[in-house]
T-cell receptor, first 115, second 109 residues
Framework: GAGVSQSPSNKVTEKGKDVELRCDPI?????LYWYRQSLGQGLEFLIY????????KSGLPSDRFSAERTGGSVSTLTIQRTQQEDSAVYLC?????????????FGPGTRLTVT | KNEVEQSPQNLTAQEGEFITINCSYS?????LHWLQQHPGGGIVSLFM???GKKKHGRLIATINIQEKHSSLHITASHPRDSAVYIC???????????FGQGTRLTINP
């Protein structure tokens, strides 16, 4: 079956512009995560959605970052007034949930370059 | 100090060698994940474990909960194993993963 998909795969934007990144989860996966990987850095948690619960936004680096998940499926990560330090690969991962812990399935990522 | 520490940061070996990558963590966890990231490629989950040992092909992952330590072993290493290997822990009581900095493995033919 289809895995996690993300779009666009690459995005180049000018400093100060807003961008929207999209994640399409695996069908039936109720948990969805956004992560960021800056050049030469490790992965960094941004936000987590689980069903209809309030999202865990504790990893968002500033109020310029926001995300939503409509209908428990597709998610969009929005970065307003982009800055050069926002340049990174943004990864989405989804997971089934229930009793115990489950494997996360990662999308291919969106490479964002802010010029 | 990072909550998740991996060693070594970089590892170069010859084809056929036995490889060990280590991960130590300092927080309570629900599970530990080993991930593989190829250059220019996406991330693939190799193992998720909360106790004991798991084996898949030439890969073996172990975890010692008391010592807060995990190891990833690769037997009969091959150049196609060259990648960045990332240890990540699920924080107990939370849903987020905390990642190590990764170990860049290069296997030369």
């Amino acid at each position: 079956g289809a895995g996690v998909s993300q779009s666009p795969s690459n995005k180049v934007t000018e400093k100060g512009k807003d961008v929207e990144l999209r994640c399409d989860p695996i069908s039936g996966h109720t948990a969805l995560y956004w992560y960021r990987q800056s050049l030469g850095q490790g992965l960094e948690f941004l936000i987590y959605f689980q069903g209809n619960s309030a999202p865990d936004k504790s990893g968002l680096p500033s109020d310029r970052f926001s995300a939503e998940r409509t209908g428990g499926s597709v998610s969009t990560l929005t970065i307003q007034r982009t800055q050069q330090e926002d340049s990174a690969v943004y990864l989405c991962a989804t997971m089934m949930t229930g009793y115990g812990s489950y494997e996360q399935y990662f999308g291919p990522g969106t490479r964002l370059t802010v010029t | 100090k990072n909550e998740v520490e991996q060693s070594p940061q970089n590892l170069t070996a010859q084809e056929g060698e036995f490889i060990t990558i280590n991960c130590s963590y300092s927080v309570g966890i629900s599970a530990l994940h080993w991930l593989q990231q190829h250059p220019g490629g996406g991330i693939v989950s190799l193992f998720m474990l909360s106790s004991g040992k798991k084996k898949h092909g030439r890969l073996i992952a172990t975890i010692n909960i008391q010592e807060k330590h995990s190891s990833l072993h690769i037997t009969a290493s091959h150049p196609r194993d060259s990648a960045v290997y990332i240890c990540a822990v699920g924080i107990q009581g939370a849903q987020k993963l905390v990642f190590g900095q990764g170990t860049r493995l290069t296997i030369n033919p």
